[in-house]
């Protein structure tokens, strides 16, 4: 059974800062991996998707590498702004999304 | 672009009582699902369709649970009878192409429901 782990499970930083959310899954038969975003009283919004041949995905500010033989993903976040603050939930696709519990980021202006 | 529409936003019902949660899919997108979320489990898949068709429902917790897709434009979550441990936010995505795939996953804003 695929289980996915989100660390930390909350982070508080100030404006400006470079940070690293990490995400570990144990199964590596994986068809890819996504990360979200979700706000207070909101759905999921999703950030990037690496697939399985892929080692990473870049999208504005931020950076997702996977490393599916050690069944490990990070999600980069490059000047992090106040408006980044939000729940970040990695979600690994195997037949079907498996979630972590997520990150909670605060960013303090 | 209209996204995954869900109605209705919150439900406030007594137990006992049939619940019934709408899911309106992307226009085009084959694939629908059907997730719950709670602070002790997270989000989990109950149940997902592809053209229509249930393909996978073993996350459905119990026989008072059931879900349909009678076309490609709609979707239903019903719970007959709801009980109080039914309380969560149950959220509807949808996607073009499932599985092994570049398509994310687009979800709906929830349905926030809570059983007395």
């Known amino acids: 059974k695929q289980e996915v782990t989100q660390i930390p499970a909350a982070l508080s930083v100030p404006e400006g800062e470079n940070l690293v959310l990490n995400c570990s899954f144990t199964d590596s038969a994986i068809y890819n991996l996504q990360w979200f975003r979700q706000d207070p009283g909101k759905g999921l919004t999703s950030l990037l998707l690496i697939q399985s041949s892929q080692r990473e995905q870049t999208s504005g500010r931020l950076n997702a590498s996977l490393d599916k033989s050690s069944g490990r993903s990070t999600l980069y976040i490059a000047a992090s702004q106040p408006g980044d603050s939000a729940t970040y939930l990695c979600?690994?696709?195997?037949?079907?999304?498996?979630f972590g519990a997520g990150t909670i980021l605060r960013v303090k202006s | 672009d209209a996204g995954v529409i869900q109605s209705p936003r919150h439900e406030v019902t007594e137990m006992g009582q049939e619940v019934t949660l709408r899911c309106k899919p992307i226009s085009g997108h084959n694939s629908l699902f059907w997730y719950r979320q709670t602070m002790m489990r997270g989000l989990e898949l109950l149940i997902y369709?592809?053209?229509?068709?249930?393909?996978?429902d073993s996350g459905m917790p119990e026989d008072r649970f059931s879900a349909k897709m009678p076309n490609a434009s709609f979707s239903t979550l019903k719970i007959q009878p709801s009980e109080p441990r039914d309380s969560a936010v149950y959220f509807c995505?949808?996607?073009?192409?499932?599985?092994?795939?570049?398509?994310?996953?687009?979800f709906g804003d929830g349905t926030r429901l809570s059983i007395l």
């Open positions: 979600a690994v696709n195997g037949n079907k999304l498996v």
């Open positions: 995505a949808s996607t073009s192409v499932f599985g092994d795939s570049n398509q994310p996953q687009h």
């Open positions: 369709f592809n053209n229509n068709v249930p393909i996978d």
